[in-house]
């Protein structure tokens, strides 16, 4: 049997698992959350699920689920970066990697939808104006995600030195921001926490957009090294992370663990306290789960459909918004019911079932054509290895990603594609080893 055989009989689905599941809610909440509206058979505009419907704000403690991601991300690449630490090889070379590999194909991603954004210039741009923002918003995922890992070598050190007390610290911290943010001046203000955070603005809870993510990666090291594990703890911590979750909206948090509001009125931006029993809910559940999904996962049918999704991650993450534009084109023509007002309505949720449809079968061949496009490029890009390059491409990377991610598909793709390909050139070595050594 080859090495890549043996790699493949050896590897840990589990968490492969964990990632392609928190993928699916990622994709089907994006799409539900989306609420087409039309005018004399056309799209005009979109609301969200959270704007109307304040019910779905409990649903979204369970599809919130990018601390999952950050958590697996974390345990998938902890024993990496303990070696690397151990031979004293340099980290950053490792996370010019990890950037180059969200580089590529957003790169790809941004092109396709400055084409879009430029065609929509001398159309009028009637159906891209109602998606535009939608388009970008989910890369700030990204930004977050290459900012923690860029801390792992940190996280993995706190983790050998202090165990599930680097955990706790972080929450200590994550409290005393909010605290601060909130400006309490008596004890009996504490009842009240959560209103007196987001009445606060975002102001200094900002530095809450590092810390509070930082977690789920802590937990994530410590689940690999076994600081905790079994059914009886996946039970307690997520009975813990359901109280947590009731005490800190019941002091006033938004019961929305998503939310684009940049004035401090959500859970997300910044992050706040509540948040985090979203993490111990996730954290609890992948205990309870493990034993009965190990055992799902040798069955060769689950592991290869957990391959399959896991091939998929990243162009089904980064186009699954844009195949809202045809789909919405598509229900226009064909007078499908994809706007069906409001939960409560006759047929909302049938009109939802038929929106998830149009998404499904429109996502369908964008992803053959962006996996076909992908496989003909070279896969293996050795990454810089200069401090001077990787800093620079860092900054373009996020920059490319901050400007979409706030602007939306126009301006926001024309001008981010810039930075994100620049990125993309900066973050690769040149020249590139050969291929033959």
């Not at 921001?177 to 102001?203: I, W």
């Not at 957009?209 to 079994?230: N, S, T």
Request: with cysteine; proline share 6%.
């Amino acid at each position: 049997m080859n090495q890549r055989a043996d790699h493949d009989n050896q590897r840990d689905r589990y968490p492969d698992a964990l990632r392609a599941g928190a993928l699916l809610v990622v994709v089907f909440g994006h799409w539900i959350a989306t609420l087409p509206r039309l005018e004399d058979g056309r799209v005009v505009a979109t609301d969200h699920m959270l704007d109307i419907w304040g019910p779905a704000g409990m649903l979204t403690w369970i599809v919130q689920v990018v601390p999952l991601f950050v958590f697996v991300s974390a345990a998938v690449s902890a024993d990496g970066v303990a070696r690397r630490l151990h031979h004293g090889h340099d980290q950053m070379h490792w996370w010019a990697g990890r950037a180059l590999g969200l580089a590529r194909p957003t790169v790809t991603y941004m092109a396709a939808l400055a084409v879009f954004a430029l065609i929509s210039l001398y159309t009028g741009g009637r159906l891209l104006e109602p998606f535009n923002h939608s388009l970008t918003v989910h890369l700030w995922f990204l930004i977050m995600l290459i900012t923690v890992q860029a801390l792992l070598p940190l996280s993995v050190e706190a983790d050998r030195r202090y165990g599930l007390k680097a955990v706790f610290g972080l929450i200590a911290l994550a409290f005393l921001v909010d605290l601060l943010r909130a400006g309490p001046r008596s004890p009996t203000d504490l009842l009240q926490l959560g209103g007196l955070v987001t009445d606060a603005g975002g102001g200094i809870g900002w530095v809450n957009a590092l810390i509070v993510w930082l977690i789920p990666q802590q937990l994530g090291i410590a689940w690999k090294r076994k600081r905790f594990a079994g059914t009886r703890a996946g039970l307690g911590l997520t009975l813990f992370g359901l109280l947590w979750l009731a005490g800190t909206t019941a002091s006033g948090y938004p019961t929305a663990m998503v939310g684009v509001d940049l004035e401090g009125r959500s859970n997300l931006l910044p992050p706040t306290l509540a948040l985090i029993g979203v993490m111990w809910v996730q954290v609890g559940l992948v205990l309870l789960c493990e034993r009965p999904m190990r055992w799902l996962l040798n069955r060769k049918r689950a592991a290869a459909t957990v391959t399959f999704l896991g091939a998929l991650g990243m162009p089904l993450y980064l186009w699954h918004k844009l195949a809202e534009l045809p789909a919405a084109w598509i229900g226009e023509r064909l007078g499908a019911p994809i706007d069906a007002g409001v939960p409560g309505d006759p047929g909302f949720w049938a009109g939802r079932l038929v929106w998830i449809a149009l998404c499904i079968a429109m996502v369908a061949p964008v992803l053959a054509a962006v996996v076909s496009f992908e496989l003909t490029r070279k896969r293996d890009v050795a990454p810089a290895t200069a401090t001077a390059p990787i800093l620079a491409g860092g900054f373009a990377l996020m920059a490319g990603l901050i400007v979409a991610l706030t602007t939306g598909a126009l301006p926001g793709a024309l001008i981010g594609l810039v930075g994100i390909a620049i990125a993309s050139w900066l973050l690769r070595a040149h020249p590139q080893p050969s291929d033959h050594c």
